[in-house]
C-alpha cells in the first residue's frame, strides 16, 4: 500500500488541477476547498480502522449508490456522512481514475461559477 505522503501527493495532483482550489489543515486533516467550500478531506485511517480515505462531497443520492455497488472501497464517514459526503478507501487497488471523477463532481458542487467556467473551458 502507498504510503500517506504518496496518497496525498496523487490527491493533490488531482486537486491542484482545478482553478481557484486551496488547502488547509481543518481538524488536523488536509482540506480542499473550492471557492469558500469544502469538498474533499484527507484521513490518515484514524476513522477507518487504520485505512487511508478521502471524504468527497456528493450529489444527493451519489453515496447510497456507491456504497451499495462496492462497500468495501466507499462508506458512510463520520460526520459529514449524513450530509451526502462518500468516503473512498484509498488502498493498493485504488481506482484513481474514479477517485478524480469523484473530486471533480465534489468540486463542482462547490467552486464558484467563474472557477466552473474556467474548468469548462480548459476541456
Known amino acids: 500500500m502507498a504510503t500517506h505522503a504518496a496518497l496525498l501527493k496523487k490527491l493533490r ?16 486533516a488536509p482540506t480542499w476547498w473550492g471557492g469558500r467550500k469544502t469538498f474533499a478531506t484527507f484521513h490518515d485511517g484514524h476513522y477507518d480502522e487504520g485505512r487511508p480515505s478521502v471524504w468527497i462531497k456528493a450529489a444527493e443520492g451519489a453515496q447510497e449508490a456507491l456504497v451499495e455497488s462496492d462497500p468495501e472501497t466507499f462508506f458512510r ?40 467556467k474556467q474548468l469548462d473551458e480548459a476541456k
Open 13 to 28: 495532483a488531482i486537486i491542484e488541477a482545478l482553478p481557484e482550489t486551496s488547502e488547509k489543515l481543518s481538524h488536523g
Open 77 to 116: 464517514p463520520k460526520y459529514v456522512g449524513p450530509s451526502g459526503w462518500v468516503g473512498v478507501r484509498l488502498t493498493g487497488g485504488t481506482n484513481w481514475d474514479e477517485v478524480g471523477a469523484l473530486l471533480v463532481d465534489g468540486y463542482r458542487l462547490v467552486a464558484p461559477k467563474r472557477a466552473l
